[in-house]
């Protein structure tokens, strides 16, 4: 059975920051690219960033571009994303999901979803 666990969220004043992790089991995490995504009240849910299998390749959403950053420890089949200089619009549960992709910016290519973890930015 697949489990992606995510934790680190909170509640931060505008200005912080937060590190998200992602914890994966029960599949071959090497073996798949990684991302993150947020769902904001009321929104649709969106791409936040991606990273490939290796973690040589990396995307961004333009709107937390230079100020997030995505990695993962293969060895511990975790992923993280750091998270700068937080803003209030950066309120939203953040998912942490698995893809066969490359890297996946689009929220159709993974299959495999977290059960999400509430960050909250406060101004």
């Known amino acids: 059975q697949v489990q992606l666990v995510e934790s680190g969220g909170g509640s931060v004043q505008a200005g912080g920051f937060l590190r998200l992790s992602c914890a994966a089991s029960?599949?071959?995490?090497?073996?798949?690219?990684m991302g993150w995504l947020r769902q904001a009240p009321g929104k649709e849910r969106e791409f936040v960033a991606t990273?490939?299998?290796?973690?040589?390749?990396?995307r961004y959403a333009d709107s937390v571009k230079g100020r997030f950053t995505i990695s993962r420890d293969n060895a511990k089949n975790t992923a993280f994303l750091e998270m700068n200089s937080l803003k209030p619009e950066d309120t939203a549960i953040y998912y942490c999901a698995a893809s066969m992709g490359v890297v996946a910016t689009v929220i159709s290519e993974y299959d495999y979803w977290g059960q999400g973890t509430q960050v909250t930015v406060s101004s």
């Open positions: 029960g599949l071959t995490f090497g073996d798949r690219a």
């Open positions: 990273i490939s299998r290796g973690g040589a390749i990396t």
